[in-house]
């Protein structure tokens, strides 16, 4: 199994860029298809991006498509998700979460999550 640990939220301008990263421990994290999720104030949480076991396959929600961008280093058992052009309605805490069944978009299809990382986007 892995345990999941997000960094890099913080506070941003409209149009900046941030990355967050995803720590995982265990030894089988190569295994695993990762995903980000996100939950903005009163809203449900909702997917953002994934990415396969061996960086094969990305998917990516439409409304983050050619802003952001998910990659994995395996070595590094980390995930990364580089958020460019960045707006106010990116506003939310970022999860990040595995799932043994590749680069999947649904959240009962991840087993381990972490618990967030706080990402704010001013105007």
């Known amino acids: 199994q892995v345990q999941p640990v997000e960094s890099g939220g913080g506070l941003v301008q409209a149009g900046g860029s941030l990355r967050l990263s995803c720590a995982a421990s265990?030894?089988?994290?190569?295994?695993?298809?990762m995903g980000w999720f996100r939950q903005a104030p009163g809203k449900e949480r909702e997917f953002v991006a994934s990415?396969?076991?061996?960086?094969?396959?990305?998917r990516y929600a439409d409304s983050v498509k050619g802003r952001f961008t998910i990659s994995r280093n395996n070595a590094k058992n980390t995930v990364y998700l580089q958020m460019n052009s960045l707006k106010p309605e990116d506003t939310a805490v970022y999860y990040c979460?595995?799932?043994?069944?590749?680069?999947?978009?649904?959240?009962?299809?991840?087993?381990?999550w972490g618990q967030g990382t706080q990402v704010t986007v001013s105007s």
């Open positions: 265990g030894r089988t994290f190569s295994m695993y298809g």
């Open positions: 990415i396969s076991g061996s960086s094969s396959h990305t």
């Open positions: 979460a595995a799932s043994e069944y590749g680069a999947v978009v649904t959240e009962y299809e991840y087993d381990y």
